[in-house]
């Protein structure tokens, strides 16, 4: 997707700070963090979000959460962190480029505004 902000990071083609990189997936420093910690995971394959996920390319979502899971350790959040994912207009998605944030260091409030 040429004008996708996140396809742009994935190919360095504008600056990230990047926290975790593998063949299928990335993860680095939200622009604009809402907490200590706020990093977004995504797969270096253009998805546009998570009603676009099928039997095709699911494997990475379960990837993603183990990037999770590691990043949750080297960022030491023993008390834990918490993963969003906003799908489509009313889920609050602004990047059309699946993604989850990964959020700690504080607490947050549920159920989510
Ligand atoms: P959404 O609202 O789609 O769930 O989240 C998009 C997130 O991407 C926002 O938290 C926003 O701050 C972040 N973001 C938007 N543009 C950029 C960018 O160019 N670089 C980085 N690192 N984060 C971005
Ligand atoms: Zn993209």
Known sequence: MDDCIFCKIVKGEIPAKKVYEDDTVVAFHDLEPQAPVHVLIIPKEHICCAAAVDETNSAVIAHIFEVAAKLGKE???????RIVNN????GGQTVKHLHFHFMGGRAFTWPAG
């Open 75 to 81: 960022f030491g959040l023993d008390k834990g962190y």
């Open 87 to 90: 799908c489509g207009e009313d």
